[in-house]
């Protein structure tokens, strides 16, 4: 089976359509006035904390320059703390801070809502599948994007 031009079309479509959706159920979190980026980076500390600068240097692929000054934004706005890490003084690790501890709640609440009320819907091998080619999908593309 081939994959036609109508269908990258709809799938395209089919994409923005659940984007703008669910950016609806995402409003209380514009609440924080954060930029994209900002928005990105968090959600990855949410996830992934304590890290390192480091880290999110090799996760967004971005200079260290960068991740800086946004680490900098983001601890003068309350959403980060940094504190050097006992077992490195050296490194320093990054945690959330008190605003960023309420972006998670405010972040985990539309993921329950999400869940909840759409997710519930598919079957657990629909839900692997989408998974699966999303998976895919964004492996094919950091490999473009990094030229291998």
């Keep these: 089976m081939t994959t036609t031009h109508f269908d990258i079309k709809r799938l395209h479509a089919t994409i923005d359509e659940m984007s703008d959706?669910?950016?609806?159920?995402?409003?209380?979190l514009e609440q924080f006035n954060l930029t994209d980026q900002q928005e990105n980076y968090l959600m990855y500390c949410v996830t992934n904390a304590p890290l390192t600068a480091k880290e999110l240097v090799e996760e967004f692929q971005v200079s260290k320059s960068a991740i800086s000054q946004v680490v900098a934004k983001l601890e003068k706005e309350r959403f980060i703390e940094r504190e050097k890490n006992p077992e490195n003084l050296r490194e320093?690790?990054?945690?959330?801070?008190?605003?960023g501890r309420m972006f998670a709640r405010r972040l985990e609440e539309f993921n329950s809502k999400i869940q909840n009320e759409y997710y519930v819907h598919l079957t657990s091998d629909e839900i692997k599948q989408m998974i699966s080619s999303i998976e895919k999908l964004n492996k094919v593309i950091k490999e473009n994007q990094s030229g291998s």
């Design 21 to 28: 959706l669910l950016s609806r159920e995402l409003d209380t």
């Design 92 to 99: 320093t690790l990054i945690y959330l801070g008190p605003k």
